[in-house]
């Protein structure tokens, strides 16, 4: 099993590191072989031979954070780690003894060195011994392909290049638009909205890849949501601002999901995932050559299409189960977003304890919880392979593969089967404008099993130590859906962020909002485009264009 | 290794209760040379981990620290800054039923190893 050193994520070294490095290279790390001791669950200490309790040789302490010398392998606590650098000149880096990780003496800071994490990592593994179980999916994702989406500008064929926009007055960008209320519709107009200023898709429809003119579904008379999709972005992009009502779309839709064919309100998500659905099926059949989604070429998973990874560890001997899985968005708990239940909220009050800074829950209090590692029940034992029966085990998700888009939904609406009863948590979610999602990528989260490591794990670095065209993990927000109201008489609203100003979509009526509005919004369903799609949307945005409606007259709607 | 080498001279002999305290030192000192010999200080380790990510407070300190960092700016805190300034609130915030259980075993243990 490879282990590559990753470019993810390499500070720089201080310049003792520096020093050091020139001067031993990493023989000084090699020879701290034999004295890393592995532990099951990641951890590695060091063990000197015959001292059973490390001490501070300059006060004899044992129970402070000490550090190993490097060079001379004496150990000192931190308090007198200064000490033994001042006296010993070139001794700056050492070995924190309980974590196995670098530290300098003189910065007063830990250091870091993907060549030393190598060492340490390489003799955990070892120990381990992971095992990977790979899918299909995984095969297809190590094949190397480098799946890039090839967004073509809005100048397609439809479209006229003009210097100036004739219409001065309105100042909104292209593309804003207002949808009638078709009925408690409200929860497809706000995830319509985001979705047509979605970049990728935006620039796929608007290029003409899915012609209603040529679809071969609709000539047959075959429902199309596609080609309904079609009509609804020249629509919106037509220059006309009177609100659109994006009737067809929601026929065929309810031709699709009968039972959901009502003219009661519906869950905006629930309504997301089904058009993207629908769009795959659409699309994708022709262009999509595996089973699972993975490789699927259809828009809805090349904007959307991202990859999970989830382990499964026996607490017992530490070995690993890995499967993969593909996903179009993320669910999140809103409930325990800080770590812990509400009953431990009130255990803690009650002895006294400084009152848990019940901090206000975050998006990225959410992500944490999300790739939390979870300790299974002990009803829910799994066979361990390694030990050969049923033993206990922890799961950890993280995100292997992030996608173009990133959909993020917050689970506010929860339904209990046991009791029949639903209800919505109405409970304000903090979160950024910008989004690094480097955290909650695999090559983090496992790496984090192993302390603090710049590492890539069984080739997770792979993807993104790529040239430049592997995707960033930094993410900006381009459409939060919002709910407000009560479960069964709520209302959606969009908000929507072109060319760095902000707009509010409620149904039919548009205008421009403070950045604080939508701040302070409940957020239900939040919409990150990876930083390059914005910034080349932002270019494409600078271009006016004259509509159809001025040169080719549109015949319907 | 002869511990008694290592200790720095600093001690009034006449004060009876620094004697006391030496004795009080050696015991526990005894007390932990034990667990870590017998491997039941890993086990204490363990159990105490558990515990406190169980009970939230891992969750609790790792926000602590994004808020110190915050205050400071990322290119300004070092490791020890922020060991100084969370450590007091993490031994604070350590719930009594944690420390109980700890307790409980570390005395079972002291009477199973007849000490």
């Given at each position: 099993m490879s282990a590559r050193i990753s470019f993810l994520k390499n500070p720089d070294p201080c310049n003792h590191l520096s020093d050091y490095k020139l001067r031993y290279g990493t023989d000084g790390y090699k020879s701290f072989n034999n004295l890393f001791r592995c532990f099951n669950d990641g951890r590695i200490k060091i063990k000197l031979q015959g001292i059973d309790i490390p001490r501070c040789?300059?006060?004899?302490?044992?129970q402070k954070r000490l550090y190993i010398c490097l060079i001379c392998r004496s150990i000192s606590c931190s308090s007198h780690i200064l000490l033994h650098t001042q006296l010993n000149k070139g001794h700056d880096i050492a070995i924190d003894v309980e974590r196995s990780e670098l530290y300098c003496c003189a910065c007063i800071d830990q250091v870091y060195d993907s060549e030393f994490d190598e060492v340490v990592v390489s003799k955990q593994l070892i120990g381990l011994g992971m095992s990977v179980k790979s899918g299909a999916a995984v095969v297809a994702v190590r094949s190397n392909k480098k799946r890039r989406l090839d967004s073509q500008l809005i100048i397609g064929s439809k479209f006229l290049v003009s210097p100036r926009d004739r219409r001065e007055k309105w100042t909104f960008p292209l593309g804003l638009r207002g949808l009638n209320n078709l009925g408690s519709t409200c929860f497809m107009n706000a995830v319509l909205q985001a979705l047509v200023h979605a970049p990728p898709l935006r620039n796929f429809w608007l290029s003409g890849q899915h012609n209603r003119d040529l679809c071969p579904r609709r000539t047959m008379g075959l429902l199309c949501l596609p080609c309904d999709l079609d009509v609804i972005f020249s629509a919106m992009f037509s220059g006309d601002r009177t609100p659109y009502s994006p009737a067809h779309l929601l026929y065929s839709w309810w031709q699709h999901s009968t039972n959901l064919a009502t003219y009661e309100q519906q869950d905006s998500h629930e309504f997301f995932i089904s058009l993207l659905d629908r769009i795959h099926e659409n699309e994708g059949k022709s262009k999509c050559l595996y089973q699972d989604h993975e490789e699927c070429q259809c828009i809805t998973h090349k904007a959307f299409s991202g990859l999970l990874r989830s382990d499964v560890t026996c607490t017992t001997c530490g070995s690993t189960s890995t499967t993969y899985d593909p996903f179009i968005d993320i669910s999140l708990t809103l409930d325990s977003v800080n770590g812990f239940s509400p009953a431990d909220c009130r255990k803690n009050r009650y002895s006294g304890g400084?009152?848990?800074?019940?901090?206000m829950p975050t998006l990225s209090g959410c992500l944490d919880f999300f790739t939390r590692s979870e300790k299974l029940g002990p009803d829910q034992k799994l066979n361990c392979q390694s030990c050969g029966e049923k033993r206990e085990s922890s799961k950890q998700m993280s995100i292997r593969r992030l996608p173009l888009l990133l959909c993020l939904h917050v689970k506010r609406f929860e339904h209990s089967l046991t009791r029949k009863t639903s209800r919505k948590i109405d409970s304000y979610l903090q979160y950024p404008f910008r989004l690094n999602m480097s955290p909650y990528l695999s090559s983090s989260i496992i790496g984090k099993r192993f302390g603090n490591r710049i590492f890539a794990f069984d080739g997770e670095g792979e993807y993104d130590s790529s040239s430049s065209s592997s995707p960033s993990a930094e993410f900006e927000i381009f459409a939060v859906v919002t709910h407000s109201g009560m479960l069964e008489s709520g209302h959606y609203v969009t908000y929507l962020r072109l060319k760095g100003l902000w707009y509010r979509c409620d149904d039919a009526w548009i205008n421009e909002v403070e950045e604080e509005v939508v701040r302070g919004c409940e957020c239900y369903m939040l919409f990150y485009a990876q930083e390059r799609v914005i910034q080349k949307a932002h270019k494409e945005l600078s271009y006016q264009v004259i509509s159809m409606a001025d040169a080719f007259p549109f015949a319907d709607c | 290794m002869n511990h008694s080498v290592n200790?720095?001279?600093?001690?009034?002999?006449?004060?009876a209760a620094d004697d006391f305290e030496k004795d009080e030192v050696t015991l526990r000192e005894v007390i932990n040379i034990k667990l870590v010999e017998s491997g039941e200080k890993e086990n204490l380790m363990e159990l105490v981990r558990d515990r406190l990510v169980e009970c939230g407070w891992k969750d609790e300190m790792r926000i602590a620290c994004r808020e110190h960092v915050k205050k400071k700016g990322r290119k300004d805190v070092t490791v020890d800054e922020l060991i100084r300034v969370i450590t007091p609130k993490g031994r604070a915030s350590v719930p009594d039923s944690v420390k109980a259980e700890l307790l409980n075993r570390i005395q079972n243990f002291i009477v199973s190893a007849a000490l």
């Open positions: 040789s300059y006060c004899s302490v044992y400084p009152s848990v800074n019940a901090t | 200790r720095s001279p600093t001690l009034d002999e006449d004060d």
